[in-house]
Nanobody
Framework: QVQLVESGGGLVQPGGSLRLSCAASLSIFSFNAMAWYRQAPGKQRELVASITIGGATDYADSVKGRFTISRDNARNTVYLQMNSLKPEDTAVYYC????????WGQGTKVSVSS
């Protein structure tokens, strides 16, 4: 059973914007803080942003002021608005719980290049 489905990635020029979406199963979304992670080529997966059930957010220093995480509890969906994108943001982006990770989805690829 597919539980996490990411979408919204693509190719964008430096300085551009993208909005990622993650549809989660109700059993995951309703009771967990959610997070976005990314894995760049040749690097380990890293935590990018998180949001609690109540809406409190936290960000990696590398994306603070540029990325915004949000969640729609009615749609069981978490979003990542990415602005002022840089080439170093190029990665496959995944969503998952902040703790007690579930099986990873397929991710969505973000490429930032001119």
């Amino acid at each position: 059973q597919v539980q996490l489905v990411e979408s919204g990635g693509g190719l964008v020029q430096p300085g551009g914007s993208l909005r990622l979406s993650c549809a989660a199963s109700l059993s995951i979304f309703s009771f967990n803080a959610m997070a976005w992670y990314r894995q760049a080529p040749g690097k380990q997966r890293e935590l990018v942003a998180s949001i609690t059930i109540g809406g409190a957010t936290d960000y990696a220093d590398s994306v603070k002021g540029r990325f915004t995480i949000s969640r729609d509890n009615a749609r069981n969906t978490v979003y990542l608005q990415m602005n002022s994108l840089k080439p170093e943001d190029t990665a496959v982006y995944y969503c998952n719980t902040l703790k007690n990770l579930r099986s990873w989805g397929q991710g969505t690829k973000v490429s930032v290049s001119s």
